[in-house]
């Protein structure tokens, strides 16, 4: 399907016009951030995405794809972005296409290049949602971040840049903005233990965020055998179209799996191969999967770790 049979709509979203009719709102967003131009791509009606771009998280801002999803009553945030600047950035783009309020920020896990815009939503209005596991992730993780983007950007973060969830997911919940369901689903371990998806019911859009990585190598801070569990069960959603986490804003349905399957059936059969054999760790870094390698971006940056994640978690099995 072409983008413009989708409909697809490039949106540059100037925001600083806008600032005198959203001063009054709780959630209004800085001059600052406003004051510069916020891209988002409308991939189906109402289904707004900022795409990120393929970096290393902290090394470069604006990492992860986020965006959010406009209903009658109010409009659902999809993860935040990996500063407060960002999420600002985040709410610009939203008064450029509504005035209705923001009611949830829907955090689909902890990584930092999701959840640290979290602040910029803050209000009594707004439900943070996030996976049952999210909230010990984030105790666990957060000073991590907090000092990492100190250690990059030179700011120092107080705890309040966490913000939790208060709306826990296990299972499936589901979420009305308004003449709009979303159907939040809560999933076993997979990219890492607290990942939620995201249906759109109305336009069969279905945000995976990182449960699917497309051009740029899948991080594994989880399970590569639940992974493949999860990506099976989701590839029986009869999704017209799916947001990634990392690539571009929106992909085919199940075609856009492929690939992903590929390099974590690969990684997993060869590194339990390397586990009858030779069975060091520091070997299988440098030989176990390579034949992936021209096939995604940031491979020399993050595959030594995965097969680390993955001979942990094969090291043992029956
Ligand atoms: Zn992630």
């Known amino acids: 399907m072409t983008e413009t049979t989708l409909g697809t709509a490039a949106r540059y979203v100037a925001c600083l016009p806008l600032l005198m009719l959203y001063t009054t709102s709780a959630t209004t967003a800085s001059d600052a951030a406003c004051a510069q131009v916020v891209e988002v791509t409308e991939v189906a009606h109402g289904v707004y995405v900022r795409q990120g771009i393929q970096a290393v998280v902290f090394e470069q801002e604006r990492v992860a794809n986020v965006g959010f999803i406009v209903g009658e009553r109010c409009v659902a945030v999809i993860d935040t972005g990996g500063s407060y ?20 920020v829907i955090n689909t896990h902890v990584h930092p290049d999701h959840i ?23 105790a666990l993780l957060g000073n991590t971040y907090l000092s990492r983007a100190k250690k990059h950007r030179g ?24 003449n709009r369901k979303l ?15 995201v249906l759109d019911e109305k336009t069969k859009t279905l945000w995976l965020s990182d449960l699917l990585f497309v051009d740029h190598i899948p991080v594994i801070a989880g399970s590569a055998k639940g992974w493949l569990a999860v990506l099976d069960d989701l590839t029986q959603v009869p999704a017209k179209r799916v947001v990634p986490g990392h690539g571009p804003v929106q992909a085919d349905w199940p075609h856009a799996a492929k690939d992903i399957r590929r390099y974590l059936s690969t ?36 595959h030594k770790r995965n097969v680390i994640s993955v001979y942990t978690e094969l090291e043992w099995e029956d």
Not at 116 to 138: C, I, P, Q, T, W
Not at 189 to 197: E, F, I, M, R, Y
Not at 285 to 300: I, M, T
């Open 267 to 302: 990684l997993r059969a060869e590194t339990r191969a390397w586990l009858t054999g030779d069975g060091e760790l520091q070997g299988a870094q440098e030989q176990v999967a390579y034949s992936e390698r021209h096939r995604w971006k940031l491979f020399d940056r993050y």
């Open 85 to 104: 600047q960002e999420g600002e950035e985040l709410m610009c783009a939203i008064r450029q296409v509504t005035d209705v309020p923001v009611c949830h």
């Open 183 to 197: 159907l939040i689903t809560a999933h076993p371990k997979a990219h890492t233990n607290n990942d939620l998806s």
């Open 155 to 178: 700011k120092t973060l107080g705890p309040e840049y966490i913000v939790m969830p208060d709306r826990r997911v296990r299972g499936r919940i589901e979420l009305d903005l308004g």
């Open 116 to 138: 640290l815009g979290n602040l910029a939503f803050k209000d009594d209005e707004v439900s943070y949602v996030g996976h049952v596991n999210l909230e010990r992730a984030m």
